[in-house]
């Protein structure tokens, strides 16, 4: 019985992931602080990955505290 259920269930999933997969690769694809996409050769600057490094350390010190 489990394995039919199994089955039928990854069928239907399979199927559903064939119909809608251009909206689950949007859903999955990284976005950038305006709501697109991100390019794959995006590289950040360097003040930017320090920007976020002090945000991260702010972050860590707050949960620390607490």
Request: proline content about 3%; aromatic content about 4%; some cysteine.
């Amino acid at each position: 019985m489990g394995l039919v259920s199994g089955t039928v269930v990854g069928a239907v999933g399979c199927r559903l992931y064939e119909q809608n997969g251009g909206q689950l690769q949007h859903l999955v694809q990284p976005k950038n602080s305006f709501g697109g996409s991100q390019q794959l050769s995006y590289q950040p600057s360097v003040e930017e990955l320090q920007a976020q490094k002090e945000r991260l350390e702010d972050m860590i010190a707050e949960l620390q505290v607490k």
